[in-house]
């Protein structure tokens, strides 16, 4: 079986970020926080190192919550009656989203908060 070439392979990388960007409303909420963060950080006036933390944080919830969108898919696609196995999968992957993003707001507090106290 031949492959696809490497820009199509790409092409199909971005549709399934545009999907998932349609259909999920989570992901939106993680965006839109992503884009507070991103302003708040500029306005704060971030270092380096606390820039490069952020999007290794943005990157990480982001991907998984793709990850999620995938796994979910593919057990509604494998079966739709309920099944346990199903459900824990599908709530294991929602798991791995949500730890993400609580360390994530952990580490979003420790970088802002000794920021917003120095302007006050």
Known sequence: MKKNPL?????????GIGNTIRSERNI???????TLVIVF???LH???TEWFVCLILFGQVISLELVNTAI??????????????AKKAKDAAA?????????AA???????????????
């Not at 820009?7 to 549709?15: C, N, P």
């Not at 939106?28 to 992503?34: D, E, G």
């Not at 979910?72 to 196995?85: I, R």
């Not at 952990?106 to 006050?120: D, E, T």
């Open 28 to 34: 939106k909420i993680h965006l839109t926080v992503m």
């Open 41 to 43: 950080g500029i306005f």
């Open 72 to 85: 979910e898919a593919a057990v509604d696609l494998a079966t739709k009656e309920k099944h346990p196995l």
């Open 7 to 15: 820009y199509k392979s790409f092409g199909y990388a971005f549709q």
């Open 106 to 120: 952990i580490i979003g507090l420790i970088i802002f908060i000794p920021k917003l106290f120095a302007l006050l």
């Open 46 to 48: 971030l270092s380096v």
């Open 95 to 103: 798991g791995a989203v949500l730890v993400s993003a609580i360390f």
